[in-house]
Every structure is written in C-alpha cells, then in structure tokens.
C-alpha cells in the first residue's frame, strides 16, 4: 500500500530546468521538487509556458483571468517529470500556465511588460488550483516573479474557504531583480490601494514584486545561510535589509543541492570521457576534446573555465582587469556566457587578441557548459556577491577546482585548501580586488604546476563531496512545518 502523502505542495517558478533556464533558479526548480517527490510528498510545479516549450502536454483547463478592465484566458497543460528513479507513483506534474499573448515571444524576460506578465502568471496559478481540484497546504514561490503571490492569498483569497488554509514560503535566489513596477499593478492585480504603502508593497514609488513576498510570505528563506545574513545589511540588501532584518525570526538559509543524476562525470552523455574518482585522469581526455572545440591548441596546460551570465555580479571586471598579465602565464582560459553586450564585446576581443590562450563562446550552451566542467582544471566564479551558486558546486563534481571569492554561497560552500589542508576544497579570496584574484590563481598554478600529487589529491576529493539535495530537502521539510504553524498559530 502506498504510504501517506506527507504534504501538498505547489512549486512555483518563473524558470524550471529542463524546460527554460537562464540560471541556478532553473537548476533548482528542476531538482529539489523531485527529491521533495521522493520523500513522498505530493508536490506539483507550475511554471509559464514560454513559446520554447515543446514538450508533449495534456490540455487540463481553460479560464478567464481579470486583468483590470481586460480579461485574459488561461489555458493550463500539464506533462509529467518523470521520477529519476522510474517509479511512476513518483513522477511529478508540471502544469503550464498558457496564454499567447504573455508568452508566445523569444525570450524568457526582458519585455517591457514583464509587469503584466507575471502578474497575470500569479493571478493565473491561484485561479487554476479550485479548477484543477488542488488544495495545497504549502504554496512554495521563487524570487519576484511569484511575489504578488503572497500577496493575493492575504489581500484577496484570505476569507475564501478554498485558500484561506494555505501557507507560503517565499525563496530569495536573487534580490538584485525585484521587478519594479508602476503603482497601476495594483489595478491589474485586484487589489485596493491600501496594499500600496511602504509598509506593504510600495518601494520608492514603484509596486516591488519581491517585497509582496517578502512582506506576505509566512517563512522566507534564501539559498545559502550566509545571504540570509547579508541580505539583512546595507552592503546586500538591496534597500530591503530593512524589512528582512525585521522579519528575521522567519528569515532562513538553506544551500542548494545539484542533482547528482544529471550531473554525474560517470554518465554524463554530453563529455567526451566519462570517468570517476578512481578514473578522474581520463579528465584530461576532456581537456583536449574541450580545447578542439573551443580552438586552442590541444595541449597538456591548465585550463581556467568559467560559465556564467554575464553581469556585474559576477566579478568579471576582475577578470578583465588582469587578463593581459594573466595571459602572460603558460595557460588557457574558456570561457561560455551571455548576458551584458559589453562584457560579450570585451571577451570576444580578448579571443582576437590571445587567440592561442582564450577560447569564447558568447550564448547559452548547456552541453558546451558540461565539457567545460569535465575538461578544465580551475573554474572562476570571483563574484561580487553570490546568494549560493552552482557553478562552483557542479565543477566540484566533475572534479575541477573552484576559484572563488568568499562571498554568500560560494563562502559557504568553497574552503581553502591554503587555509584547511584536510578539508580544503579550493581556493578563494575576500578582497574584492583584481590583485588579490590574481594573487589566488597563481597559488592555485603553484600547486598544479609544481606539487602533482597534492592537486589530485584535490581533485579527488572534490570528485567525492557530495552536495546532492538530501539534506537540503529535509531543511525544507522543517521550512514548511514552520509555515504550517505559523499560518495555524
Ligand atoms: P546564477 O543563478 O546567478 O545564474 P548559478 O551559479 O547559481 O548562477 O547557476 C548558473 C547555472 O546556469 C549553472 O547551471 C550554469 O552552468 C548555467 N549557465 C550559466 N550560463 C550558461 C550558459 N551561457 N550556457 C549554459 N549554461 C549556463
């Protein structure tokens, strides 16, 4: 007999891995609602269904959505994730929440009326629950997209039977984007101008999408425990420390997982080689295979990878700052991005002028992304802030060694080896100066170039870590109890 379902849970995000990602939130929504399945839990997720989507689905509903004086339909699909495991009684809905003109277009965000847009999604997603017969008891929401979310269930729903039991827990992945808005959102989204007040949903006289889930959310949480810290000063909170200082006692972190399937150097089909901890020297198979692609000359050199968007965050300016004295050393650097044109523009020049040394390859490319974890040695993340990061996380279990600076996650997760010999895992820095990044890769070359046997040694242990979602998804667990009594209480 099957045993009984722990909880009801919807997961609702903007981005959900292996339908549309731009980053970590994709990864996240794609891996944690299985390993959530897998504890029993009857947890469905809802997500836009952009005009990429191409995956077999089933027409489940179709309803009106009042958008001030317009009304939108909604057509909701669903398909099935298949649990990893293959057991069918584990296998996950997705519902996509439809509508042409929202979503029909290239592209994920970055539309003026990206406002609209994800108001009608939220709108859309509580619409749908009666219609689908779901009554959660946790609606989970990730970064500003889901926001209003929170918002409806206390300003709208709160006395309609069918919602007023519900929980939310509202996820930080990010809180540079909080979606900002004209005050007219609250038309759109149906609610009266009381919601509109600094203590509420205005910001400096725009409606924040974020700031109604962080004021409305019954636990908030943040992907690693040292943001859920520095989210609370001035240096990070991006002008919301405030709010979150005072909502502290609901304020949690909880660091990613990867999900060790899908990223697994043993049966990645997307490297050349795949290898283990007892096989990890076949990585440099990979290294010649990811130099040919990238054209470099295929040679026994350390090669510095990096995968990223490409924005201020990341820390490139440091890079870019000491690229002609990097390159002066015997090494290659790949490099697989998008994101701001010119840091697109400056790298694309740095490749003119280091042909030999640099390898560029501008857009999104999830297999080139797995070459370059398996085939370099060092992989940078230097960013200037890092709520958690998968980077450093996945180049981990491909046995390449993170070079980060100590910031959010990346502190958290990334130890020195200079600093701990018995548990170091890579190397980082705290200064955020292009001295100090420089400084830290050449001790890294130092140890590759010169001490063979302590590098594999590294490598090694990076290739036995283990950062899969157990731990994290029972940390959720508590998360939602918490909510429960919370919403109870
Ligand atoms: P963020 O969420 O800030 O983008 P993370 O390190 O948490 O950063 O997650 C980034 C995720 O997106 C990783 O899975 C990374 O491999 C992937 N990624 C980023 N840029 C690209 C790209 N251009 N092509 C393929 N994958 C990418």
């Given at each position: 007999m099957q045993e009984k379902n722990k909880l009801k849970i919807l997961f609702v995000s903007a981005e959900v891995s292996p339908f549309a990602k731009t980053g970590g939130l994709a990864d996240v929504a794609g891996s944690l609602p299985r390993s959530l399945a897998a504890m029993r839990n009857d947890i469905r997720i809802a997500m836009p269904r952009y005009k990429t989507i191409s995956a077999g689905m089933n027409y489940v509903a179709d309803f009106p959505v009042k958008m001030g004086w317009r009304t939108e339909t909604c057509i909701v699909r669903e398909t099935a994730t298949a649990h990893k495991s293959g057991d069918e009684s584990l296998s996950l809905p997705v519902y996509f929440i439809d509508n042409y003109h929202y979503?029909?277009?290239?592209?994920?965000y970055g539309f003026q009326d990206d406002g609209d847009r994800f108001a009608f999604f939220c709108a859309a997603v509580l619409e749908m629950l009666p219609r689908i017969g779901f009554q959660p008891d946790i609606i989970h929401c990730n970064d500003w997209h889901t926001g209003p979310i929170c918002m409806l269930l206390n300003e709208k729903y709160s006395r309609d039977p069918f919602y007023s039991s519900i929980s939310t827990v509202f996820t930080i992945h990010n809180l540079q984007y909080q979606g900002l808005f004209p005050k007219d959102m609250l038309k759109l989204l149906d609610?009266?101008?009381?919601?509109?007040?600094p203590d509420k949903v205005e910001f400096y006289g725009s409606f924040n999408f974020m700031k109604a889930g962080l004021v409305y959310a019954d636990i908030i949480s943040t992907v690693s425990e040292t943001y859920a810290r520095e989210i609370q000063t001035e240096e990070y909170g991006e002008k919301l420390e405030g709010l979150l200082a005072k909502r502290r006692e609901d304020v949690y972190g909880v660091v990613n997982g990867i999900d060790y399937d899908e990223f697994n150097p043993q049966s990645d089909?997307?490297?050349f080689k795949n290898y283990s901890a007892e096989t990890f020297m076949k990585k440099k198979e990979n290294k010649y295979v990811l130099q040919r692609e990238m054209n470099l000359?295929?040679?026994d050199v350390p090669v510095l990878g990096l995968v990223s968007r490409?924005?201020?965050?990341?820390?490139l300016n440091l890079i870019v700052d000491i690229a002609d004295e990097l390159f002066i050393r015997d090494i290659q650097f790949v490099l697989l991005g998008t994101g701001d044109e010119d840091y697109e523009r400056i790298f694309k020049n740095l490749r003119i002028k280091y042909p030999d040394k640099m390898g560029v390859y501008i857009g999104f490319n999830a297999g080139l992304a797995q070459r370059i974890y398996a085939g370099s040695d060092i992989f940078l993340m230097p960013s200037r802030f890092e709520p958690c990061g998968l980077g450093q996380i996945i180049s981990l279990r491909y046995g390449t060694i993170p070079l980060v600076r100590a910031t959010g996650g990346l502190a958290e997760t990334i130890t020195d080896i200079g600093r701990d010999a018995e548990r170091g895992n890579g190397f980082s820095f705290t200064d955020f100066s292009p001295k100090e990044l420089l400084t830290t890769i050449d001790r890294a070359l130092e140890i590759y170039n010169k001490n063979p046997d302590l590098w594999n040694n590294l490598v090694k242990r990076a290739l036995g870590q283990d950062f899969s979602w157990k731990k994290s998804a029972d940390k959720y667990m508590e998360l939602y109890g918490l909510a429960l009594n919370k919403k109870r209480a």
């Amino acid at each position: 007999m099957q045993e009984k379902n722990k909880l009801k849970i919807l997961f609702v995000s903007a981005e959900v891995s292996p339908f549309a990602k731009t980053g970590g939130l994709a990864d996240v929504a794609g891996s944690l609602p299985r390993s959530l399945a897998a504890m029993r839990n009857d947890i469905r997720i809802a997500m836009p269904r952009y005009k990429t989507i191409s995956a077999g689905m089933n027409y489940v509903a179709d309803f009106p959505v009042k958008m001030g004086w317009r009304t939108e339909t909604c057509i909701v699909r669903e398909t099935a994730t298949a649990h990893k495991s293959g057991d069918e009684s584990l296998s996950l809905p997705v519902y996509f929440i439809d509508n042409y003109h929202y979503f029909y277009r290239d592209g994920i965000y970055g539309f003026q009326d990206d406002g609209d847009r994800f108001a009608f999604f939220c709108a859309a997603v509580l619409e749908m629950l009666p219609r689908i017969g779901f009554q959660p008891d946790i609606i989970h929401c990730n970064d500003w997209h889901t926001g209003p979310i929170c918002m409806l269930l206390n300003e709208k729903y709160s006395r309609d039977p069918f919602y007023s039991s519900i929980s939310t827990v509202f996820t930080i992945h990010n809180l540079q984007y909080q979606g900002l808005f004209p005050k007219d959102m609250l038309k759109l989204l149906d609610v009266g101008d009381e919601v509109f007040v600094p203590d509420k949903v205005e910001f400096y006289g725009s409606f924040n999408f974020m700031k109604a889930g962080l004021v409305y959310a019954d636990i908030i949480s943040t992907v690693s425990e040292t943001y859920a810290r520095e989210i609370q000063t001035e240096e990070y909170g991006e002008k919301l420390e405030g709010l979150l200082a005072k909502r502290r006692e609901d304020v949690y972190g909880v660091v990613n997982g990867i999900d060790y399937d899908e990223f697994n150097p043993q049966s990645d089909a997307r490297i050349f080689k795949n290898y283990s901890a007892e096989t990890f020297m076949k990585k440099k198979e990979n290294k010649y295979v990811l130099q040919r692609e990238m054209n470099l000359p295929q040679r026994d050199v350390p090669v510095l990878g990096l995968v990223s968007r490409l924005t201020g965050q990341k820390g490139l300016n440091l890079i870019v700052d000491i690229a002609d004295e990097l390159f002066i050393r015997d090494i290659q650097f790949v490099l697989l991005g998008t994101g701001d044109e010119d840091y697109e523009r400056i790298f694309k020049n740095l490749r003119i002028k280091y042909p030999d040394k640099m390898g560029v390859y501008i857009g999104f490319n999830a297999g080139l992304a797995q070459r370059i974890y398996a085939g370099s040695d060092i992989f940078l993340m230097p960013s200037r802030f890092e709520p958690c990061g998968l980077g450093q996380i996945i180049s981990l279990r491909y046995g390449t060694i993170p070079l980060v600076r100590a910031t959010g996650g990346l502190a958290e997760t990334i130890t020195d080896i200079g600093r701990d010999a018995e548990r170091g895992n890579g190397f980082s820095f705290t200064d955020f100066s292009p001295k100090e990044l420089l400084t830290t890769i050449d001790r890294a070359l130092e140890i590759y170039n010169k001490n063979p046997d302590l590098w594999n040694n590294l490598v090694k242990r990076a290739l036995g870590q283990d950062f899969s979602w157990k731990k994290s998804a029972d940390k959720y667990m508590e998360l939602y109890g918490l909510a429960l009594n919370k919403k109870r209480a």
